[in-house]
């Protein structure tokens, strides 16, 4: 058991470099960047978080939501063979749990549909499973489709420590799981989560825990993950809160990162318990890990990102991570010489690197020369390949070609259409030839008007900028040109 002095009562000295009768649990926030569909991969990360966190001093460690599978595993999830896979090597990681709790993410697979599900491992052993009970069905969210929820909030017993798990949805609900384990004695929530980015998220998550936290008396120990999956953007941004819902540390933004804590636990589980709640599951761990305060507590802070920069940073891990997880490493942009291929590649460079981006001009009659001399001084100063492909030769050609058909009628909106397919065409053509991804430009006013070209401007692997509106993808421009030092875009 967890030798605790209380410094109002005579008693044996703490040992040196502890600080006298206080009682802290160390715990180590594994923020991870998974792969939806790499369990080995996922795995192999998630045992050497686990070793790092032992190195630390952690008692806990705990790791996103879904890290054994990645999230969001999507229609996987309706092959039974992949969620019996991710309880397969889930439980191949008890082994690695020698001396330290861990929680990790996992598809627990049933009869009818699995759980989202936290595996609670105990000094080598899969002690206990925890199963999300509030299944997200909104916005990027389509859990009820896939999942069934938990109908139990396990109360674990480690020594001194009273500590409960939930699952990202639970703790937005004030009266849900966390409530509910605060009740049944628990002074620790260990919060799991595959938590989406938008802007203003990482405050906006700040102001509930807090709430959370002090309406509850419980410390929130909240893991992240981090990374692009597809069209999301994970942010990390892990937080730890004490009972009064004060801020103890806080980790970085869209970056891998183990963040070790210690939380005093002093005035957690302060609530009064509650013997007649029926939904409450009390596991004993049979383990004590050491709650003595460091003498040096480890409280780590990492500022957050001002807004521009969030949303630059939250693009270039986006892009990066979609191009890895795909199996690209090259891409392509048309360079008009306007703002928006600008922006998108400067956001490629910085994801990729320049040796790894090629921007194409592709000028026709039209084309003015300023826009050709931005093109070509954008790509020296972002150091990239740059190709100039004039479409003039495809354009009248494709005119010639569809002379018959068009006879009679007057030119338009057709013809002028041409140009944009025809660059699409082209950039097409050369990433299929040389196995890279196109990089399309349109940002999000033009799709929300359908100021786009079908086959044209749209075409391509990556929409980098769908979701940012013009005057963001300025303001972003602006503080990319700040942060440089000079005029790259």
Known sequence: MARIVDARNDGPCPPSGYAEAVRSCR?????????????DGNCARIRDAIVAAREAGAAIVAFPELAVTGYPPEDLLLRRSFCEASRQATAALAPETEGIVAV????????????????????????????????????????????????????????????????????????GPVA????????????????????????????????????????????????GQDELVFDGNSIVLDAQGEVVATGPQFRDE??????????????????????????????????????????????????????????????????????????????????????VAAVAVDALGSENVTGVSMPSRFSSGHSRDDAAELAENLGIEYLSIPIE????????????????????????????????????????????????????????????????????????LKDVPKTLTYAIARWRNEAAGRDLI
């Open 104 to 175: 990790v993410g996992f598809v627990d697979p049933a009869e009818e549909a699995p759980f989202n599900a936290g595996a609670v491992f105990v000094d080598g052993r899969w002690a206990d499973t925890y199963h999300k009970r509030l299944l997200p069905n909104y916005g990027v969210f389509d859990e009820e489709r896939y999942f069934a929820p938990g109908r139990t909030t396990p109360v674990y017993r480690a020594g001194d420590l009273t500590f409960g798990v939930s699952i990202c949805e639970d703790i937005w609900e004030a009266d």
């Open 180 to 227: 509910g384990m605060a009740l049944g004695g628990a002074e620790l929530c260990v919060n799991i989560n595959a938590s989406p980015y938008h802007r203003g998220r990482g405050a906006e998550r700040a102001r509930m825990l807090a709430t959370r936290a002090a309406d509850n008396g419980i410390a929130i120990a909240y893991v992240n993950a981090v990374g």
């Open 258 to 343: 183990l963040i070790v804590v210690d939380i005093d636990l002093g005035e957690a589980g302060q609530r009064r318990k509650d013997s007649n709640l029926t939904d409450i599951r009390e596991v004993d761990l049979g383990f004590s890990p050491d709650l003595m305060l460091s003498a040096e507590p480890a409280r780590p802070h990492t500022p957050p990102l001002p807004d521009e920069a969030e949303v630059w940073e939250a693009l270039v891990i986006g892009t990066r991570d979609y191009l890895a997880k795909t199996g690209f490493t090259r891409a392509y942009i048309g360079l008009s010489g306007g703002i928006d291929s600008s922006v």
């Open 27 to 39: 715990v180590a926030l594994a923020q991870l960047n998974t792969t939806v569909g790499d369990i």
């Open 393 to 464: 030769p495809a354009h009248a050609a494709m005119l010639e070609m569809l002379a018959g058909a068009f006879d009679g009628s007057e030119p338009g909106l057709a013809e002028e259409n041409l140009q944009s397919r025809q660059r699409g065409n082209i950039l097409m053509s050369l990433a299929n030839k040389f196995g890279a991804l196109v990089l399309t430009t349109g940002n999000k006013s033009e799709m929300a008007t359908g100021y786009a070209t079908l086959y044209g401007d749209m075409a391509g692997g990556f929409a980098v």
